[in-house]
């Protein structure tokens, strides 16, 4: 099965590689996939960001109001870092979420749509299709295992209650274990 990191690969995703693409869709989306890619955020918790926090000393980012309840604390990769101040420099105003829709009502909900249009772009913009946003999560998490990481540790990283939730997600290439 094709995971979303080699769909990206292979079709010069910009969330691998960030070709310069003219829309805000794209530029928005190269960020949301970034967040999604490497740190395993879900939709929402991309939508929720703000910029209070990150914290640009300490190379961290907090998830906040997570779905376990849970606040965690990420370090923050220096690829998704660039892509975050790339995309705030060009912002004409300070927003109070670091993605927030383009036209009012600015509610949550609004964010949502406002992040999963975007990736839905930016997907059918480099030709790939039928893969929703957790395909993200589920990449990270297979990644992570296939490179040494604990279950506990991309327990940890996915903000799961559960060692067994996170199984689900690292199913392993069994070829690759041959």
């Known amino acids: 099965m094709l995971n979303c990191l080699d769909a990206c690969r292979q079709r010069n995703c910009v969330c691998y590689s960030k070709p310069a693409l003219a829309t805000s869709h ?15 955020l879900r939709l929402g918790e991309v939508a929720n960001l703000s ?13 906040r109001a997570t779905k376990s309840r849970r606040d965690r604390v990420l370090p923050l990769a220096r690829d998704v870092g660039n892509a975050l101040v790339d ?44 893969l929703g946003s957790h395909s993200f999560r589920h990449t990270l998490a297979t990644r992570l295992v296939s490179k040494g990481a604990s279950f506990k540790a991309v327990a940890d990283v996915l903000g799961h209650k559960s060692v067994m939730t996170t199984m689900i997600y690292a199913k392993l290439d069994l070829q690759a274990l041959k």
Do not use: M
């Open 87 to 130: 995309y705030l420099r060009v912002q004409r105003e300070r927003p109070e979420h670091i993605f927030p829709p383009r036209r009012p009502p600015f509610t949550e909900e609004r964010r949502r749509t406002h992040v999963l249009n975007s990736k839905r772009y930016l997907f059918h913009s480099v030709g790939i299709a039928n």
């Open 51 to 63: 910029p209070r926090d990150i914290d640009w000393r300490s190379g961290t980012l907090t998830i």
């Open 26 to 40: 794209a530029i928005s989306g190269t960020e949301h996939c970034c967040c999604c890619l490497r740190l395993g």
